[in-house]
């Protein structure tokens, strides 16, 4: 009998030691589910920062493009995205106020690198197609690493929880992808084929 209620005792100990170690290992992992949480709201933040800043950059950045650009093709898909570059600064100021916070914008290295590249390759450049082509090249840069930046951020929303900024990062991230298509459509129709005829000077 003492053996069998020693059982049964150590059974009902254990049973209750592993119900305190699920417990606490349930009370860990919502505690390390709410910091990665907090954590990734903070990236979240930080990269929407980013890219307002980059977006308002662009703003100036473009219409210098256009100045420099001679193919009708090139300027017309660059002054159509310039419109939409300036509703994507105020969407993303729509994504802001979605999260509670005001529109804050951060230094954008990576976009400020890639304007001030397009901006050398202009100036290298001789006038006509070789510098259409350049643009080309410089502005597919840029639709790529926003691409790659509204992407991340969408799911990083959808992840978060955060539905109606992951609407308004999708509407961007399938305007820049647009973007990217019709700068390939541009350059491959016309530019990079006089560029290609064009006796280096």
């Known amino acids: ?77 660059l002054e159509n995205h310039l419109e939409e570059t300036h509703e994507q600064v105020t969407r993303c100021e729509e994504v802001f106020k979605s999260i509670g916070k005001k529109a804050t914008a951060k230094k954008c290295e990576a976009m400020s690198g890639l304007i001030k590249e397009g901006e050398e390759i202009m100036e290298e450049s001789e006038e006509g197609a070789m510098c259409d082509a350049g643009i080309i090249a410089a502005g597919q840069k840029v639709e790529h690493y926003e691409i790659a930046s509204y992407g991340t951020l969408r799911q990083f929303a959808e992840t978060l929880g955060l539905d109606e900024a992951a609407e308004l990062l999708e509407a961007t991230l399938e305007e820049e992808k647009a973007a990217d298509v019709k700068l390939t459509e541009v350059a491959v129709s016309a530019v990079n084929i006089q560029a290609s005829q064009e006796e280096e000077a």
């Open 1 to 77: 009998m003492k053996n069998t209620n020693g059982k049964k005792n150590g059974s009902s100990n254990g049973s209750a030691a592993g119900k305190r170690d699920s417990a606490d290992s349930m009370s860990k992992k919502s505690s390390n589910a709410g910091m990665e949480s907090s954590q990734l709201m903070k990236l979240f933040e930080d990269s929407l920062k980013d890219i307002y800043w980059a977006e308002k950059a662009l703003t100036k950045a473009i219409p210098k493009m256009i100045k420099n650009a001679t193919s009708n093709e090139l300027i017309e898909a």
